[in-house]
């Protein structure tokens, strides 16, 4: 029997995976544990079918969220964290966080304590999902939120706390700002570093797919000097690192007469407003999006939704240092432990992972049984009642029937 080792990173970046590889998980609050028992038997099968016994996943289950609190006290220990940068790749369920109170979101302080800065969000349309769309086939978008900044940093102070108050006075007496006494007051930093690493990954991510465009989207018409200089910092970093590869429109219309040259992506900008319209009457143009976090979390649900919702959206943070795949839902508690819900989200969210670790015939052998057993019509309950003759299936046997099309 060979050994199982941990995935590992070299000193220049690159991913070193052995063939027999422990990743951990977790299986999240809510609907998370229906969610990944059928991921795991999924993602085990189609390594099976792709690589019989050459490669193989051993699973080591973290406690965290409900669970993790129950075991061990903690929402989320130190411990947890250090396991999955020491292991490099995770994989999670859904966690729950109390809105207004309570713990700080878990998905937050995942991302910002393992500095996982890139939140990837591929959203395309897998026929014959049910979609409000006319043409959700023209869908087929990647989008890569700025993670660790913005308004969800979580620097904010409650209404007429101290710290408030203490914010407010110095407005007034300092830079001569009238703030309401009782507003509760919040910070929103984004800087050139946290910017400029996140718009090069989207737009090496651009290049390597071979994908005609990166959208800058903010809102910098009003936020001038944090929205618009995520879209002034974004167009320096394309200059910076990615000069023979990229074009901006202005240079596409004055150089290139409109004509796109061969070999280049266009670099450009757009509005959050203005883009959310853009991407409901002409999706076809807009190919990678990078934004700021808060935008970020809009419209890759937005996106998600022309396709057939969360339940078909998978989601990745990705950082230097290491990676964790999720499902971008939330727990839908009402539906616990009645292997009810759609594990798509978290079932495409492992094909990334298996992506990212090279594992790519295993990912697409996936890929195309989830879009074959829904083509058959074999699906669960929220697709099955908008599917005309479709087979309702429980969560386990939607897995199933994706493993049974693994060819």
Not at 37 to 48: K, M, P
Not at 70 to 79: A, D, I, M, Q, V
Not at 109 to 116: F, N, P
Not at 195 to 218: C, E, F, G, Q, W
Request: a neutral charge.
């Amino acid at each position: 029997m060979s050994e199982y080792k941990k995935i590992s990173k070299s000193s220049d970046g690159r991913l070193n995976v052995p063939d027999f590889t422990i990743i951990p998980y977790i299986e999240g609050d809510g609907i998370g544990p229906d969610i990944w028992c059928a991921t795991r038997l999924v993602v085990d099968a189609a390594i099976d079918k792709a690589y019989g016994n050459n490669r193989k996943i051993k699973w080591f289950e973290l406690y965290v969220g409900e669970k993790g609190y129950k075991r061990t006290g903690e929402y989320l220990s130190r411990n947890s964290l250090d396991t999955i940068k020491s292991y490099v790749v995770a994989i999670k369920g859904p966690l729950t966080t109390p809105v207004g109170k309570g713990i700080r979101s878990l998905n937050v302080t995942i991302r910002q304590e393992l500095d996982l800065y890139a939140c990837i969000r591929p959203v395309k349309y897998i026929n014959p999902v049910p979609s409000p769309m006319k043409y959700p086939e023209k869908v087929d978008m990647v989008v890569f939120r700025e993670n660790t900044e913005d308004v969800y940093a979580g620097i904010e102070w409650e209404s007429k706390s101290e710290h408030a108050k203490s914010i407010i006075n110095f407005l007034r007496e300092n830079m001569g700002i009238n703030v309401p006494d009782d507003a509760g007051i919040g910070i929103k930093p984004i800087s050139e570093h946290c910017t400029k690493r996140l718009v090069s990954r989207a737009i090496k991510y651009a290049i390597d797919n071979k994908l005609p465009s990166v959208t800058l989207m903010h809102k910098g018409n009003i936020m001038k000097f944090t929205e618009g200089s995520f879209a002034k910092w974004g167009y320096e970093v394309a200059k910076e690192k990615f000069l023979s590869g990229t074009i901006t429109e202005s240079e596409l219309h004055d150089k290139y007469n409109g004509k796109m040259p061969e070999g280049k992506i266009i670099i450009k900008d757009r509005i959050a407003d203005m883009l959310f319209q853009q991407v409901l009457l002409r999706p076809e143009e807009y190919h990678v999006i990078a934004t700021p976090n808060l935008n970020g979390d809009y419209i890759s649900d937005a996106l998600a939704a022309q396709v057939g919702g969360l339940g078909m959206a998978p989601g990745a943070n990705i950082g230097d240092s290491c990676a964790v795949f999720e499902a971008t839902h939330g727990t839908a508690p009402k539906y616990a432990n009645q292997d009810k819900v759609n594990p798509s989200s978290l079932i495409l969210s492992a094909t990334m992972m298996l992506d990212y670790m090279g594992w790519k015939e295993a990912s697409n052998l996936i890929k195309k049984a989830l879009t074959q057993t829904i083509q058959e019509g074999i699906v669960t309950y929220d697709l099955a009642r908008q599917i005309k003759g479709a087979r309702e299936v429980k969560c386990s046997e939607f897995a199933k029937a994706i493993s049974e099309h693994l060819i």
